[in-house]
């Protein structure tokens, strides 16, 4: 089970740092990935990170603001997101999944998600 949770309303140019604790069994062999999905829209990748840390994969549009960062001790995985604009405003699920490279963007590729958490940007 994973559960996201630091969401909420922040201002345009802030910052929130979600995370994603998982229980019930480890992820710590698995690819955790973040997504968001805004009213009316399709739901869209936001930033992955392989099982064995390292560089994250981000989304253009996230890229340089969001970082993503995993601890495997604890089974939790963070979204560091700063300079947040109005167009962030989404509700963000965290996802895990056995990914690779190439599919670390596709929703499919992950088999675990979390109930999501709301972020809000105002302008």
């Known amino acids: 089970q994973l559960q996201a949770s630091g969401g909420g309303l922040v201002q345009a140019g802030g910052s929130l740092r979600l995370s994603c604790a998982a229980s019930g069994r480890s992820f710590s062999r698995s690819a955790m990935g973040w997504f968001r999905q805004a009213p009316g829209k399709e739901r869209e990748f936001v930033a992955a990170?392989?099982?064995?840390?390292?560089?994250?994969y981000y989304a253009d549009s996230v890229k340089g603001r969001f970082t993503i960062s995993r601890d495997n001790a604890e089974n939790t995985v963070y979204l560091q997101m700063s300079t947040l604009k109005p167009e962030d405003t989404a509700v963000y699920y965290c996802?895990?999944?056995?990914?690779?490279?190439?599919?670390?963007?596709?929703?499919?590729?992950?088999?675990?998600w979390g109930k999501g958490t709301q972020v809000t940007v105002s302008s």
């Open positions: 996802a895990a999944g056995q990914a690779i490279t190439s599919t670390l963007r596709l929703t499919n590729s992950y088999s675990y």
């Open positions: 990170i392989k099982w064995g840390g390292g560089n994250g």
